[in-house]
């Protein structure tokens, strides 16, 4: 197996997505089992689907919160966690994942950019109430509403045709400047994600485009796999403690 030397000459950018998760016990969205199969997307992760049906969204998010709550992270997230102590400032965690897992980890430099299972906001967008930690496993038939203002309260999640964070996307265009023009090498690594869901899947053209170096882990070929210059099959908890050097 190639492996990915973690020098002092090195900046690193990851992103992960639900396949990292997955030998803890989390569900991927795509393929067998995976939580699409048997939940149509654009019902319970879009804002339309919230509108229509908030009852089936909050049942569909409270269900991920129990499910998620009772695992634990696995070795796929503790290697990020030791390269991040290696490199300090010269490493940036980029997670499509809303469980939390990197953070239980120990990972630090992290930006959840598909936002928090465990965070809950106001869904009107005027109410001045800023997204609250919120670990309720709401019954079914249930619907929170916010203090403040009385509508309804939402999963702290970037659904379909949101736009992300604009913070956390500056967070990581910079740390890829600072990383373009250091004069070391800038790698980017994508791993446990199926490169079909944007502005994630783009990362690594942007990434080329800085002259930087590309590596994909995946358990099956990505729909981006093509792009990358170095791929490694496997399972992440598996692939990653070996990789890096
Ligand atoms: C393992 C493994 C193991 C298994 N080890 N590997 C450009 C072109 C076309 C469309 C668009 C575009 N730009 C934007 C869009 C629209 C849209 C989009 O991308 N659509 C695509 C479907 C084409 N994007 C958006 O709407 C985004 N917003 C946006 O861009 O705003 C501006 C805009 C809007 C509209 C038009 C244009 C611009 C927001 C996207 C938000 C995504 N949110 C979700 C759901 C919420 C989170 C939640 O409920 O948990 O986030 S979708 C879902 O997919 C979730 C994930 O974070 C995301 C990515 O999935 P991921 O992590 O890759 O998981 P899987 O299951 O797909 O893959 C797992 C992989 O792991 C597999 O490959 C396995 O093989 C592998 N694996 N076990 C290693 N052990």
């Known amino acids: 197996m190639e492996t990915l030397l973690l020098d002092s000459n090195t900046w690193l950018l990851v992103l992960t997505g639900a396949g990292v998760s997955a030998e803890s016990g989390v569900p991927t969205f795509r393929g067998m089992n995976g939580l699409w199969e048997d939940q149509p997307v654009e019902q319970v992760a879009s804002p339309e689907g919230f509108a229509k049906d908030p009852l089936r969204v909050w049942r569909f998010y409270s269900q991920r919160r129990a ?3 009772g695992v634990s992270p696995n070795p796929g997230h503790d290697a990020l966690v030791s390269w991040e102590r290696h490199l300090g400032d010269r490493f940036l965690l980029a997670t499509q994942n809303v469980d939390g897992l990197h953070s239980r980890a120990g990972s630090q430099r992290v930006v ?3 936002g928090n299972l465990f965070k809950t906001r106001c869904s ?11 670990t309720t496993v709401y019954a079914a038939g249930t619907v929170p509403g916010c ?3 009385g509508s309804l309260l939402r999963p702290h999640i970037v659904w379909f045709g949101e736009y992300l964070d604009p913070a956390d996307l ?5 740390f890829s400047l600072r990383a373009a023009s250091s004069g070391g090498r800038f790698v980017f690594l994508a791993a446990g994600t199926s ?3 944007y502005p994630a899947a783009g990362m690594v053209d942007q990434v080329r485009g800085a002259g930087g170096e590309t590596w994909l882990v995946n358990l099956d070929p990505a729909e981006n796999s093509r792009r990358f210059e170095h791929s490694v099959q496997g399972k992440s908890g598996e692939v990653l403690p070996k990789l890096g050097r």
Do not use: L
Request: hydrophobic residues 30%; glycine residues 8%; contains cysteine.
């Open 67 to 69: 499910g998620a709550a």
């Open 112 to 114: 959840e950019m598909h």
């Open 124 to 134: 009107n967008d005027e109410c001045q109430r800023a997204p609250f930690e919120d």
């Open 147 to 149: 203090k403040d203002c």
């Open 170 to 174: 500056e967070r990581i265009q910079n």
């Open 195 to 197: 490169g079909a869901v």
